[in-house]
């Protein structure tokens, strides 16, 4: 199974970014090519064919997977980045974090209209920047298809804030 594979190789590091976190690291995932494949040939069979026209990533784990995934599918990948981080024409939308705010945008020629767009990112925690990327896909004209997240930390019921877009959340690993 797919999840246990993952799971083998994720490495908790206790009290980080601050103390009483215990991060759950993806980059052992990275060191290893072939469960790197074997978890992209998972997403692929997971929307094959259903209909996503675009997959987002958002800054900058997203992309790891999400880029991938969005070729071998045939759809555009959109960036989902900080502000400040993209060239041309933007939108922006401003979210609420532990402290302050933060803005993440996309170029305005990103999303054609109505798209169904899959957003994407390594981590499901409290939906502050899943939530804020959805905005952000509406804003643009697009409709979220769903979420797809490599983990999720289902004890902290990020999920809540994103089922007024899509009743399609999904993950490869929950804890």
Avoid: W
């Amino acid at each position: 199974m797919i999840e246990s594979k993952i799971k083998s190789v994720i490495r908790d590091v206790p009290d980080f970014p601050k103390p009483g976190i215990v991060f759950k690291d993806i980059t052992p995932i990275m060191m290893s090519p072939d469960l790197s494949n074997e978890m992209l040939d998972h997403l692929v069979g997971m929307y094959e064919g259903k209909g996503v026209e675009a997959i987002a990533g958002i800054e900058s784990r997203g992309f790891l997977f999400g880029y991938p995934l969005a070729m071998r599918l045939g759809v555009p990948f959109i960036l989902i980045r900080k502000k400040g981080k993209l060239p041309y024409e933007k939108i922006s939308c401003d979210y609420d974090l532990e402290y302050g705010t933060a803005t993440i945008e996309i170029h305005t020629d990103a999303i054609g209209h109505k798209k169904r767009v899959l957003i994407h990112d390594d981590l499901l925690a409290t939906g502050g920047s899943a939530e804020a990327a959805a905005r952000l896909i509406e804003k643009a004209g697009g409709e979220v298809y769903g979420f797809n997240f490599l983990v999720e930390l289902e004890f902290l019921n990020g999920r809540q804030k994103l089922e007024s877009y899509s009743d399609n959340i999904l993950n490869l690993v929950g804890y």
